[in-house]
């Protein structure tokens, strides 16, 4: 059994900053690519950062130069550091892998974390 476990959601003022986490745990043989997605109300879910096993990392438009991804593979774990945000960065921030356990090769996703930037 694999699980995706996120913390570091919460209220923030506009201009400030938060760093998520997003730890995998269970029968784990590798990781492969780790992304953020996030979902406003309303909105479709969309990719916000991802993050190769060796270390590349791609961003979304809307947050490059603000957001920055980073893993550590010993620990499988990625995070988010997210800097200036602004109050359309509110959404539910979701983490996904691609892990490959004994038998497969699956996508799976983490529960959700809420950040609301707001004064």
């Known amino acids: 059994q694999v699980q995706l476990v996120e913390s570091g959601g919460g209220l923030v003022q506009p201009g400030g900053s938060l760093t998520l986490s997003c730890a995998a745990s269970?029968?784990?043989?590798?990781?492969?690519?780790m992304a953020w997605y996030r979902q406003a109300p309303g909105k479709q879910r969309e990719l916000v950062a991802g993050?190769?096993?060796?270390?590349?990392?791609n961003y979304a438009d809307s947050v490059k130069g603000r957001f920055t991804i980073s893993r550590d593979n010993a620990k499988n774990t990625v995070y988010l550091r997210m800097n200036s945000l602004k109050p359309e960065d509110t959404a539910v921030y979701y983490c996904?892998?691609?892990?490959?356990?004994?038998?497969?090769?699956?996508?799976?996703w983490g529960q959700g974390t809420q950040v609301t930037v707001s004064s």
């Open positions: 269970g029968s784990i043989s590798g990781i492969t690519t």
């Open positions: 996904k892998a691609q892990i490959t356990t004994a038998w497969s090769l699956n996508d799976y």
């Open positions: 993050i190769t096993s060796g270390g590349t990392p």
